[in-house]
Nanobody
Framework: VQLQASGGGLVQAGGSLRLSCVAS????????MGWFRQAPGKEREFVAS????????YYADSVKGRFTISRDNAKNTVYLQMNSLKPEDTAVYYC?????????????????????WGQGTLVTVSS
């Protein structure tokens, strides 16, 4: 499995960015996808996830109401729309795919859920 993330960049606080992640290597439409991030000096943390059907999403409290995850199974792509960005959102953002089926989007956030990882894309939010 290969996961190619893009869309990161430098943005001012209050601005928006949309991240994309294209998956290849196996059938995209049957696996739950997620976004995680790692800020300098901190551990990687969960951001958002979307169930394989696209009808169930789950968000970290820190981004709820500001970020939206979506997927286009025809394009093998998952997106993360980030609005009202804050300096504390600065991090390398990684997309991930559940290695096996999970029962809900929330299951993607569990530390015990095995995942494939893509390379990261850097998001920098200036104050």
């Amino acid at each position: 499995v290969q996961l190619q993330a893009s869309g990161g960049g430098l943005v001012q606080a209050g601005g928006s960015l949309r991240l994309s992640c294209v998956a290849s290597g196996r059938t995209f439409s049957v696996y739950t996808m997620g976004w995680f991030r790692q800020a300098p000096g901190k551990e990687r943390e969960f951001v958002a996830s979307i169930f394989w059907r696209g009808d169930n999403t789950y968000y970290a409290d820190s981004v709820k109401g500001r970020f939206t995850i979506s997927r286009d199974n025809a394009k093998n792509t998952v997106y993360l729309q980030m609005n009202s960005l804050k300096p504390e959102d600065t991090a390398v953002y990684y997309c991930a795919q559940a290695i096996r089926g999970v029962t809900s989007a929330q299951g993607m956030s569990a530390s015990t859920t095995p995942r494939f990882w893509g390379q990261g894309t850097l998001v920098t939010v200036s104050s």
